[in-house]
C-alpha cells in the first residue's frame, strides 16, 4: 500500500508531483488562491479545498505524511511558552492543529531561507521547540535546486520532523552541477535583445553559487547613484536588469517577477534574449506536459511560488529509504526479524 500524505499550501502542486512521483498516495488538498485551485484542478484532477483555517481537522482522511510549503507569514512570540498556542493567527499554527489531532509519521515543512533570521531567529525557534513539543525529532537543513540536477541556485529551507528516528539530510541523493545551455529551447520565438539595449563586462567569472554574470541592460534610471568602476559587479543592477550566462546556473526564480524579465547571454550566439516560460518550468523540474495558466503574469507568480520538483522527490524517496514512515511496533518486528536473520 503507498503511503499517505496530505498537501497543504498546495500551490501548483510542485509537492504533490514530487511525492506522487516517490510512490505516495494524495488524500486530501488545500489550497486557497483560486488561480492555483485551477491549475492544481486540470493536472492532478483531484478536489481542493479552500483556506486551511477553516478545515476542522477531524474532516481530514487519515495519512502518514504532513506536506506543507507555507507562505512565510510574521509573527511574535509572546513568551508565555504555551506550545504551538503561541503561534495563534498564524498560518503554522492551523498546520499545528492538523498534527496535534492526525499525529503524521512525518511533517516536511519548506519555506525562504529568510525564515531562520526572521525576527531575530525567534520565529524560526519557535517552530523548531513547537514541533519538538507536539512529540516529533526535527531536522532542518537548506536544500539547493543546483545540486538536484537543476541549472538553478534556489536555496529554500526544509524542516522535516518525524516520529521515529531523525531524518538524516545527509543521506539524500545529490547530483553533480548542470548547465543552464542543456535545459534550453533549441527553436522558438524568442525575445532577444538589440546590442544597443545591454552591456557586457569584461572577464565575466563564475561565481560560487554558479552565475556567471555577464552584463547588464542600460536601464539609465538605475545607473544613478552607481560609483564609477562598479558597473561590472552584479549588485549594483537590479535583478530583472542582470544578465546571466547560459554556461553557469539561473538565479532562483522569484515570485515578484510577474513579466518574466529574466535575461540569459549564448555565448556561442554572442546574443541575450529572455528566458522563456517554458523553460523557466523545465528549471524548476516540470515535465513538459504540465498544464499552465492561461495568464502570463499567472503563471510567472505561481512558477516562483513554487519548489524544485527533483529536491523534493529526493526527499520523499529517502524519507522511505530511511524507514521513516513505519511506527514503532513495526519497527520492532523489522528489528527483530533482522536479528533473527543476521545472528
Ligand atoms: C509559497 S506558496 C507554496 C506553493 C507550492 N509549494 C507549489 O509547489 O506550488 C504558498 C501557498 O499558500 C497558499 N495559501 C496562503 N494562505 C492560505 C490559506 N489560508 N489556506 C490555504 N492556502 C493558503 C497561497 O495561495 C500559496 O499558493
Redesign the pocket.
Known sequence: MKPKFID?????????KGFEDAGYECVFT????SA?QEVYRDNFNSEVF????K?KPQDIPDFDVLLG?????PFSISGKKKGFDDTRGT?FF?ICRIIDEKQPTVVVL??VKHLIHHDKKRTFKTILETLTKLGYNVSHQILNAKNFGLPQNRERIFIIATKNSHFKFEKIEKKAPVQLKDFLDKKGDFEYLDKSEYTLIDNPKKQLTGLIFTGYRNKNTWKNGIRPNTEHLSRVHRQPNRIYSVEGTHPTIP?QETSGRFFIYLPKEDRVRKLTINECYRIMGFPKNFKKHSKNGERYK??G???AIPVIYEVAKSIKEQNLLIDEPQRKVVGDLRELLYS
Open positions: 497543504l499550501f498546495a500551490g501548483i502542486g510542485g509537492f504533490r488545500s489550497e486557497i488562491d492555483c479552500g483556506d486551511i483555517t478545515i510549503g507555507f507562505p512565510c507569514q498560518l492551523d519548506e519555506n515570485s505561481q512558477i511560488n513554487s519548489v
